[in-house]
């Protein structure tokens, strides 16, 4: 299974879809590091560099664009999981941040849709 063994930094803000999100990446046989905001995620990904990262497009405080930008600084070749319930601004990240790997999952997901986005990140 790809995610087993990788460090996944999981960064959402509702409680709840956290947890959800966390559960099923360690079911996958990965360990799990939770921020829950945009400013918490780029502090742990320059300090843990996580193999790989999910990221909330709505946080309190910072937008995705903001944490986007201070997680590239910071951490080489990131791989960065857009979870969102708002695809419509797929294509301005991706112009916006066309050098960073970058995978997307729409809400509402199942664990298959997720760990199937995470695993063609790893793989590159």
Wanted: net charge negative.
């Amino acid at each position: 299974m790809p995610l087993t063994g990788r460090t996944i930094l999981v960064t959402e803000d509702e409680p709840d879809q956290q947890e959800f999100i966390a559960t099923m990446l360690e079911d996958a046989g990965a360990k799990v590091v939770a921020a829950h905001n945009g400013t918490q995620a780029m502090e742990l990904a320059a300090s843990i560099r996580p193999d790989l990262m999910t990221l909330d497009i709505n946080m309190p405080g910072t937008d995705v664009f903001q944490v986007l930008a201070g997680i590239t600084k910071t951490s080489p070749n990131p791989r960065i999981c857009i979870v969102s319930g708002r695809p419509e601004l797929r294509q301005v990240i991706m112009d916006k941040f066309s050098e960073v790997e970058i995978g997307f999952v729409d809400k509402p997901f199942t664990r298959d849709t997720l760990i199937a986005e995470l695993g063609r990140l790893i793989e590159g």
